[in-house]
């Protein structure tokens, strides 16, 4: 059966942005002299420590810089103030997918509006936008809400703004905490990418389960 969504909601940093990557570099090296010689990944535990870090409404940048110092701290290692800023200056640089530049592009040529919907500061979201090509219509952040997802305000904005109905609607997203929790909430259906392999929790059920974005173009055919 055809599937007539017409609009695309996308999480960025983790579906259509590679954030464990972006991470475990440029945090990463921060560290990398001491606890990450032995080859030991941060990505877990900053994803733990930022997502408490977002309990109440602060700039993104604030919640990397503030993260990546607890992350430090963690370790039982810690960076300088200067250290912690340049990781958070360093988001537009983390790399985009394989597939996301061209699958957006597609998207675009066949008619389906593309917003983001994104837990950041909006001038570091327009820098990865530009950075990275990415092809959209349009982008919804944390700042303009004053607030993180899982928090609803950003799927509320987004249906104020664009007056278009949540059966229309496709959120497009790899985060099962920040995404596919609160759409099911809403009644938004959804389509996971799990770019990371992860296990689907029993009482999670997202409408579409996909290994990489490129799995939508079968989709919405």
């Keep these: 059966m055809k599937v007539k969504f017409t609009n695309l909601t996308f999480d960025c940093y983790g579906t259509l942005i590679d954030w464990r990557r972006g991470i475990e570099v440029h945090l990463g090296e921060l560290l ?69 530049v061209d699958t957006l592009k597609e998207l675009g040529r066949r008619g389906y509006k593309r917003v983001i919907l994104s837990n950041i500061d909006r001038d570091l979201l327009e820098k990865t936008i530009l950075q990275n090509t990415l092809d959209v219509d349009g982008y919804i952040t944390a700042e303009d809400v004053g607030s993180y997802k899982p928090s609803p305000s950003h799927w509320n904005k987004f249906f104020e703004l664009h007056k278009v109905s949540k059966e229309s609607t496709l959120h497009v997203a790899q985060s099962i905490y920040h995404d596919i929790t609160p759409c099911n909430k809403l009644g938004i259906p959804t389509a996971w990418i799990n770019r990371y392999s992860e296990v689907k929790p029993p009482e999670i059920s997202p409408s579409h389960v996909f290994d990489d974005l490129r799995s939508l173009l079968k989709l919405l055919a």
């Design 32 to 100: 990398r002299r001491s606890w990450l010689q032995s080859g030991g990944s941060v990505f877990s535990l900053y994803v733990k420590l930022e997502a408490e870090e977002e309990a109440q409404y602060k700039s993104y940048r604030r919640v990397l810089r503030d993260t990546a110092t607890r992350v430090a701290e963690h370790l039982k290692m810690s960076i300088a103030e200067e250290d912690a800023k340049a990781f958070a200056e360093s988001v537009p640089f983390w790399p985009p997918f394989s597939d996301t």
